[in-house]
């Protein structure tokens, strides 16, 4: 067996694995889940309280939310729990909060340590499938990018959340989830129902990203728009996102045979079991056009809303022949930020953060706290083994201050 085919089926057993999960009704495309939902599929949540909910937006689409208002040493706690609200980056979904063992896991962590814990899973993942009207096998419930999570997902998200615990909340994002709410909190929303954010690899310009992965996909996805923009639907599990990583492993410089590192950066604190949990769960789908939106901003290095490539379409959009700017330069100086960066993130790299932190030269001194950890690449953020140590414990800290 030759290296490439070797490959070929490292990345196809990869999809087994995933189409192995529960997924029925499957044809390829994504199906609305009925495995009960997140709280009945992870197993780490067994001895959590645990609650679905859904959130309709503003578009149509029904995000699935999952809450665990506290924690194994139950509800003894004097005092409301302030809520916190986890979000996933893109391609990924709820479900790599709770991969884990409870003490490692932040969702559970924090329930532990006196937060009530909201968790949401974006449009287009396995358990955010449902929309008012449309159905996802339609590629018009495709059409949106990042823009979308920040004019729609997000401000239902917090008003539900507020609604249900009459509280400002917390916020923690991770890549994906970074960027949307600084882009929310640069046009002024969100911000009056916060408390504080911390921020997992902050996501916001992306102009310096190393990953050999990211950026040949990018570049294809730029080179071939239109092909692209017809297969509505990113799944990494499909036949076309199949071939497009198989193309790129075609490129002596890459190492296919560890897509993770290839992806994310050299990770230092994995071990192997939470990266078979892992691929049992995800990748998950997204939209082209939000994928082709993230290529965009790391062809320009710009933070714009989405480009439609044609001055009419702008126009009939925005109003403007080019996609207006999100302004980092215009969150609020006193919301209290923390963010926490790697020396071996490939996907949020220091160039990229020193920009952001540019933006925020005015930022008050003491709503803003910047952790760097050197060994650190994009995915031990979330499932790293001594993450709760290097990361989680300050965080907290933070959130307590707040
Ligand atoms: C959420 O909506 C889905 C359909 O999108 C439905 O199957 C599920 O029962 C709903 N769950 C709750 C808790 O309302
Ligand atoms: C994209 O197009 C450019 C210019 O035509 C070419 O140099 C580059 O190799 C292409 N990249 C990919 C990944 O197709
Ligand atoms: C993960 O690996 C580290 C280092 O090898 C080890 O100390 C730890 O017990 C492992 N944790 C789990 C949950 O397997
Ligand atoms: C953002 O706003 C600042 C101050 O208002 C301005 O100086 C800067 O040029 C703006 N940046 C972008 C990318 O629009
Ligand atoms: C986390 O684990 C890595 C790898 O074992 C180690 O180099 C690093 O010092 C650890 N960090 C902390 C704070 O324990």
Redesign the pocket.
């Known amino acids: 067996m030759d290296k490439l085919t070797f490959i070929f089926l490292s990345i196809l057993l990869c999809g087994s694995a995933v189409a192995t999960r529960p997924r029925p009704r499957t044809t390829g495309r994504a199906t609305l889940a009925d495995d009960g939902g997140v709280c009945s599929a992870i197993v780490g949540v067994q001895n959590y309280p645990c609650h679905e909910h859904n959130v309709t937006t503003g578009d149509g689409y029904i995000l699935s939310l999952q809450n665990i208002p506290f924690g194994q040493s139950g509800n003894a706690a004097t005092g409301p729990r302030p809520p916190v609200l986890l979000h996933h980056g893109v391609l990924t979904d709820a479900v790599t909060w709770l991969l884990s063992p409870p003490e490692q896991s932040l969702a559970l962590l924090l329930a532990d340590n006196g937060f009530d814990v909201w968790l949401v899973n974006a449009r287009g993942t396995k358990y955010s499938l449902g929309h008012t009207s449309l159905s996802s096998n339609d590629p018009a419930f495709w059409d949106w990018s990042w823009d979308e999570l920040v004019a729609y997902d997000l401000p239902a998200t917090f008003q539900y959340i507020y609604d249900q615990t009459s509280q400002k909340l917390h916020y923690v994002g991770h890549s994906m989830g970074t960027l949307i709410a600084f882009a929310g909190f640069s046009k002024g929303q969100l911000v009056d129902k916060l408390r504080s954010a911390a921020m997992l690899c902050p996501i916001a310009y992306i102009g310096h990203m190393t990953s050999p992965i990211a950026t040949n996909v990018a570049q294809t996805l730029l080179n071939q728009t239109s092909y692209w923009l017809k297969i509505a639907e990113f799944n990494p599990t499909d036949e076309a996102v199949l071939q497009l990583l198989l193309q790129i492993c075609k490129q002596k410089h890459i190492n296919c045979l560890d897509l993770m590192t290839s992806y994310t950066g050299q990770n230092?604190?994995l071990n192997s079991s939470i990266i078979s949990s892992f691929l049992k769960n995800e990748p998950q789908s997204t939209s082209t056009k939000n994928m082709i939106h993230f290529a965009q901003m790391a062809q320009d290095g710009m933070i714009k809303m989405y480009d439609y490539g044609d001055v009419k379409e702008n126009v009939k959009h925005y109003g403007t022949p080019v996609p207006p700017s999100y302004n980092m330069t215009n969150i609020p100086n006193d919301v209290p930020l923390f963010l926490a960066y790697g020396g071996k993130d490939a996907l949020s790299v220091s160039e990229d953060v020193k920009l952001l932190l540019d933006s925020l030269h005015e930022h008050e001194q003491d709503k803003l706290v910047v952790q760097y950890t050197e060994?650190y690449a994009h995915a031990d953020f979330i499932m790293?083994?001594?993450a709760t140590?290097?990361v989680y414990d300050p965080l907290m800290a933070f959130l307590r201050l707040h």
């Open positions: 230092c604190c060994n790293g083994f001594n140590q290097v």
